[in-house]
Every structure is written in structure tokens, then in C-alpha cells.
């Protein structure tokens, strides 16, 4: 599979396009989908150097690789279709070679076995960071978006809002709820490019880890 990301859209033009929420859905997954890829690949790398003295621990250490492998095929698929790349075939599951026994020598050998445990590990740390930082970021947008609505409802009698802070925001309470709005409209649009940016570094990473390594 190629992945390409495609071309960046506009300031308010990402709000528009099914790819920004997709990207976003993606990294907003992506820490139980890296907690879930940490998981399998530390035990998967433990039980195969701890049973590497027994006989068993052969094909539990292929098992394992292929498992690997396996979940490496499927996060570039999940790539493509939330995030965007062109192509139609991904990584093979396991590399060519004469008969099942021969791929599984190449499957030792190739970089891209390996290349991707290093992936897997790093996406979990990385999930982390994009969810917390998204989160983070719409939520404080979202609150700012609801101070002008609180403001007008405090307005009417029916909601009473605190827009405590500075003695400056109390003696400007309709300056400081437009200004408050006008930074939630500036900071939502922000947080989907940045999200719109972590999806790009994140297919530039598989390309190089998963599919090109």
C-alpha cells in the first residue's frame, strides 16, 4: 500500500471535509488501539525470550512475529480508510519465499518484522499524547464557544454565569464573552489542522516503519 497523505485544505475548509473527522476519530483511538498493540507486542517478547530454551518457544516466537505482522497490516488499512493513502494492496502478511518454511526464514530476516515492533511499541506513548492533547484542546475550545450562549442567557435572567478571573473581565463581562467566543471559533478550526497535521506524521511514520522499512 502507498500511503500518501492528501493535500492540507484550508483555514475553515477543514471543517467541511469528512477527512478531518475521520483523522481526528483515528487519533482519538489510536491510545486504546496503542495500549491494546504495547500489550501484545511486550508479553509477545517476553513469553518468546523466556520459553527461548524450550523447544516451544519456536513457535510461539512465530506466532508471535506473524501476529505482529498481522496487527502491522491492519493498522496500515485502518490508515488508508480514516486517514487517506492510495493504493489498493498492503504489506504482504508474511514475506515471499519457497515454501511455508522458507517464508518463515525470510520472515526472521526481513527489516520490516522488526520495524514494526518498534511500531507497535511507539504507538501507544504516541496515542497518549494525540489524545490527550485533543481532548485538551476541544474541550477548552468548546468551553470558550459557550461563554457568548452563557452570557446571553445570564443576560435574560435565566443563567447565571461567573466570568470571574480579572477585575477587567468583570467590567467588561460582553467584551470578555466575545472574546472568549472569538478564540473558541479561532481554536477549534487550529485543533482540527493540528489533528489534520498528527495524521500526516502518523502515515509518514507507517510508511517508513510498516510498508517501506
Not at 27 to 44: D, P
Not at 186 to 207: E, N, Y
Amino acid at each position: 500500500m502507498s500511503l500518501l497523505p492528501a493535500s492540507h485544505p484550508g483555514f475553515f475548509e477543514a471543517l467541511a471535509q469528512r477527512r478531518t473527522y475521520t483523522t481526528l476519530l483515528y487519533l482519538l483511538l489510536s491510545m486504546a488501539t496503542g495500549i491494546l498493540a504495547f500489550t501484545y507486542t511486550v508479553t509477545g517478547l517476553s513469553l518468546s525470550l523466556g520459553l527461548a530454551i524450550l523447544i516451544i518457544g519456536i513457535p510461539v516466537a512465530l506466532t508471535f512475529l506473524v501476529g505482529a505482522r498481522l496487527l502491522s497490516v491492519g493498522e496500515v488499512h485502518l490508515l488508508k480508510v480514516l486517514v487517506g493513502g492510495e493504493g489498493s494492496a498492503g504489506p504482504a502478511l508474511l514475506p515471499g519465499g519457497e515454501g511455508f518454511l522458507g517464508r518463515l526464514k525470510r520472515l526472521l530476516k526481513d527489516r520490516r518484522t522488526w520495524t514494526s515492533l518498534l511500531y507497535l511499541l511507539l504507538l501507544m506513548p504516541l496515542g497518549i499524547a494525540y489524545f490527550t492533547t485533543l481532548v485538551s484542546l476541544l474541550s477548552v475550545g468548546l468551553g470558550l464557544l459557550a461563554v457568548p450562549a452563557a452570557r446571553l442567557f445570564q443576560a435574560t435572567g435565566t443563567l447565571s454565569l461567573d466570568l470571574g478571573g480579572t477585575g477587567w473581565a468583570l467590567a467588561h463581562p460582553n467584551l470578555t464573552a466575545l472574546l472568549c467566543g472569538l478564540t473558541g471559533l479561532a481554536l477549534i478550526p487550529l485543533t482540527f489542522h493540528l489533528a489534520l497535521l498528527l495524521g500526516r506524521f502518523q502515515v509518514w511514520l507507517a510508511k517508513h516503519l510498516l510498508v517501506n522499512a
